[in-house]
């Protein structure tokens, strides 16, 4: 699969001592034992996964972005998939963090100290696990196939030209009569996934935003351009998309912003209107917790994230701790406004989730 200026190029390169006993473990140590000095700091073997040490850097900032930088070759052992809701049933652990730099990501938190990419050599393990739950009929919500959703924990599209593992689970889940795949992604290198029999069964999404917030948080991520063309590609190859609008932050002229922004998906989707199986809409307001804020200010100490505790009440998420999400009657103004300016410009688009 071609690369393209978004691909991810690790600094440093860590691999688990079981990952080189797989053919893809195996490729990548052959792909970068032998680059070190071009491009490459450093190749090294790890007896863990869980305990990478050694990385540069003191000051939290720095820190980070050495991780961000680090690529870690594992094997994934536990097969007991996460739940996913309400994305999916399940979480599909293709791949974990990735490199972009997004101040206000919730994996700052869910990742703490560890936000290096990570990537599963034992794909196979990992998709079989996938068809025994569908044969099990799984944990499916209502009447309809099982879901898994690949981007839970980590983007894997950067990471695709050197792994092909999205690939691999769209051929699978093309032949898995109980089973439905999605992802979402930021990132171009799609091509390989152009050509491949998906037969409907993978959804393909695309977080967008207006150009000020990808502008202002989005570091390290392409442009809303380079974004939506990779959404027309999708589209126009028969995937089931989906665009992801997150994080909607109410502040300023937001109103302004986000209907020059669904006017210009308007023109996007009007040549392929006819063609286009379906569209679904993700729309997310902004939510950050105490411990995520900390974080993101040691990382970004200049960071203009609306973090401050004013116009926002706490909220108890699914696991137990609080959030700051905008109030109620906010976010029924929110809810009304993005209904009508779908059913404007996107007619054929449905709602994933609203707010």
């Not at 869910?110 to 068809?131: A, K, S």
């Not at 979402?184 to 967008?208: C, E, I, M, N, W």
């Not at 406004?337 to 404007?344: H, K, S």
């Amino acid at each position: 699969m071609p690369a393209s200026a978004w691909t991810f190029h690790p600094s440093r390169v860590l691999f688990e001592q079981a990952s080189l006993d797989y053919p893809l473990g195996r490729r990548l140590w052959d792909r970068f034992a032998g680059a070190v000095n071009r491009g490459v700091a450093e190749v090294r073997i790890i007896p863990s996964h869980n305990r990478v040490t050694g990385l540069p850097g003191q000051e939290a900032g720095v820190a980070y972005l050495e991780a961000k930088r680090t690529l870690v070759v594992s094997v994934r052992r536990g097969l007991d998939f996460a739940s996913c809701r309400p994305s999916a049933d399940y979480q599909l652990p293709l791949v974990t963090s990735c490199p972009g730099l997004c101040e206000y990501c919730y994996l700052q938190t869910t990742l703490g100290r560890r936000p290096y990419v990570r990537v599963y050599v034992n794909v196979e393990d990992i998709l079989n696990r996938v068809g025994e739950l569908a044969r099990a009929g799984g944990l499916s919500m209502a009447d309809r196939p099982i879901s898994f959703e690949g981007a839970a924990v980590g983007d894997p599209v950067p990471v695709e030209p050197l792994t092909g593992a999205l690939a691999e689970a769209v051929r699978f889940f093309a032949l898995q009569e109980n089973a439905r795949f999605r992802f979402v992604t930021k990132f171009p290198d799609v091509d390989g996934l152009l050509g491949l029999d998906h037969r409907g069964q993978t959804r393909a999404r695309v977080t967008l935003n207006t150009e000020r917030v990808i502008r202002d948080f989005d570091h390290g991520t392409p442009p809303l351009e380079t974004r939506l063309d990779t959404l027309a590609r999708l589209t126009a190859t028969g995937y089931p998309t989906g665009v992801m609008i997150a994080p909607v932050f109410l502040e300023g002229d937001w109103r302004r912003e986000y209907e020059a922004f669904f006017e210009r998906l308007g023109r996007l989707f009007g040549p392929v209107r006819a063609t286009a199986p379906d569209l679904t809409l993700e729309v997310v307001t902004h939510r950050f917790t105490a411990t995520a804020r900390r974080i993101i200010l040691e990382r970004y100490p200049e960071s203009r994230l609306p973090m401050g505790e004013e116009g926002r009440v706490q909220k108890r998420g699914q696991f137990g701790y609080f959030k700051s999400v905008y109030p109620k009657a906010q976010l029924d103004e929110a809810r009304v406004f993005f209904t009508g300016l779908a059913a404007r410009y996107l007619p054929e688009a449905a709602f994933d989730y609203l707010v």
